[in-house]
């Protein structure tokens, strides 16, 4: 018995090793892992690791989830296969894997909340892409702007455009990928709101009034601010959808919140207008911080 199966977190099933496919979250990628490899599963074989030697193990060599499998990743994989009485060969196929994401799940049921070590992006899939869409979906119940998507590990289009409309209201480059900035922005900022502490938003004025006919990303947050803001000040005015499209309805919404913020009331929302809308807007919810 391997001190890993005696410490509780590790049980190797007689039927394990040999199976092929064993249920373990994400799955092995079908490919070996060793000296010379790079990417994403290189990057999370990293982590695993470098949480397994955090959370229980310091006698693991400490790593930097880079996505490269050099001399250092070998060692620690070969220390790693010691501990769970693998073969200590420093390759990481079906057994390493299924035993090294297995021990790391049990430590982390949740993730350990830090950056995996490579960006996420369009086409990427795995646990951590479920981590960012459930973080986002949470956020997008207080930020409105951020369309909702189905939580399935699959990074696609919905996703970026989530993470691109997270990243116009959080001082971020607006690039639709999920790189260390933006993880631990998301993850920061999901933490406050959970806290009730919400963070203001920080959205960029358009360059010009925004008015019936534009589409895009600013009417999306604008028709956000406006519906959050008035559902608190004035509960009788419509709501409208946020959909991205300056119809009619949103041309009523704005000239309704201009007339309840005596601001000149033209159905259009230029620098003013834009300007109460994102104070109120923060005003409202982060008035739990003061």
């Given at each position: 018995m391997s001190e890993l199966e005696r410490a509780g977190l590790f049980a190797l099933e007689p039927a394990f090793a040999s199976d092929p496919r064993p249920t373990v979250d994400?799955?092995?990628?079908?490919?070996l892992l060793r000296m010379g490899s790079s990417g994403p599963e290189t990057a999370l074989i990293q982590r695993c690791l470098e949480g397994i030697r955090t959370g229980r193990y310091p006698e693991l060599a400490p790593l930097s989830p880079d996505g490269v499998f050099g001399q250092k990743?070998?060692?620690a994989v070969q220390q790693y296969q010691a501990l769970a009485g693998l073969a200590a060969d420093g390759i990481v196929g079906p057994d390493s894997w299924n035993s090294i994401v297995t021990t790391y799940n049990a430590l982390y049921p949740e993730g350990d909340g830090r950056w995996p070590g490579s960006t996420l992006h369009p086409g990427s899939r795995g646990p951590d892409v479920v981590r960012?869409?459930?973080k986002l979906n949470?956020?997008?119940n207080l930020y409105t702007a951020i369309n909702r998507q189905t939580v399935d590990g699959a990074y696609g289009s919905r996703m970026e455009a989530a993470v691109r409309r997270f990243q116009a209201q959080f001082g971020l480059t607006a690039d639709g990928a999920v790189g260390?900035?933006?993880?631990e922005r998301i993850t920061s900022v999901q933490a406050n709101a959970e806290r009730g502490e919400p963070d203001g938003v920080?959205?960029?004025y358009p360059g010009r009034p925004l008015r019936r006919g534009?589409?895009?990303d600013g009417v999306r947050f604008l028709q956000s601010y406006l519906n959050e803001t008035l559902r608190a000040e004035d509960p009788g005015v419509s709501q409208v959808r946020v959909d991205g499209s300056f119809g009619p309805a949103t041309e009523a919404l704005v000239k309704s919140f201009q007339r309840h913020f005596r601001l000149a009331e033209d159905g259009a929302a230029g620098r003013d207008t834009w300007g109460?809308?994102?104070a109120e807007f923060n005003r409202l919810v982060m008035r739990g911080r003061a």
């Open positions: 994400p799955p092995y990628p079908g490919k990743t070998r060692t960012m869409q459930q949470y956020l997008a260390r900035a933006t993880w920080l959205p960029r534009d589409k895009g109460v809308a994102v």
